[in-house]
């Protein structure tokens, strides 16, 4: 697959001309994406992101050149003999930004695609079970309460510490109110009811 895009990259530059100014302008953003995939997964998929940038972007940017062509200038520059010349310049147009910047954007995608991910960082999940997870919480409620520990139902992270111990031999552990709670209580939906 890396020899076909590199085959088609060496046409294209073979042609000359308008292409090869297209090539060089894409091969800066090509490095870049190939940089960005190799910190992201290393040099295989750094390789493989710029080289696909490069294919992507290269026939979109050129056929945008040919048919949107940007502002026509002069630029000063120096030649060999070190001597400050006038040279014609074409910026790019903003349609041709745009397909550059959206062919760049789409081409990790594209690159996933063919490689079916395999290039992504894979991550392995954990097994935990909820007792070595309702453990760990435990210590860490324990950590910032300064060592105190707390009374709580049992496979659950439920506080009964301060209620009767009746509520602990419960099937669900609940909340017991206070008789005057209870008391307030009945009197308000009363109210409600008449």
Partial sequence: ??????????????????IREVAADVAIQSGISG???TIAAGPGAGLAYGLGDFATNLPLVALSRKYFKGP?????VKN????????????PSRVEQGVNLGASMLSPLAVDMVTGGRLLPQVEPTNVSQ??????????????NHGATQALAQGTRFQVQGLPDRVTNMPVP????????????????????A
């Fill in 1 to 18: 697959m890396l020899g076909d895009i590199a085959k088609l990259a060496g046409k294209y530059l073979r042609k000359g001309g308008t």
């Fill in 35 to 37: 940089l960005m995939g």
């Fill in 72 to 76: 026509k200038g002069t630029i000063e």
């Fill in 80 to 91: 060999a003999e070190n001597k400050i010349i006038s040279k014609p310049y074409t910026a």
């Fill in 131 to 144: 007792a070595q997870q309702l453990y760990q919480q435990g210590v860490q409620f324990q950590e910032l």
């Fill in 174 to 193: 609940g909340i017991e109110l206070l008789p005057e709670q209870q008391r307030y209580l009945t009197q308000q939906m009363s109210h409600l009811q």
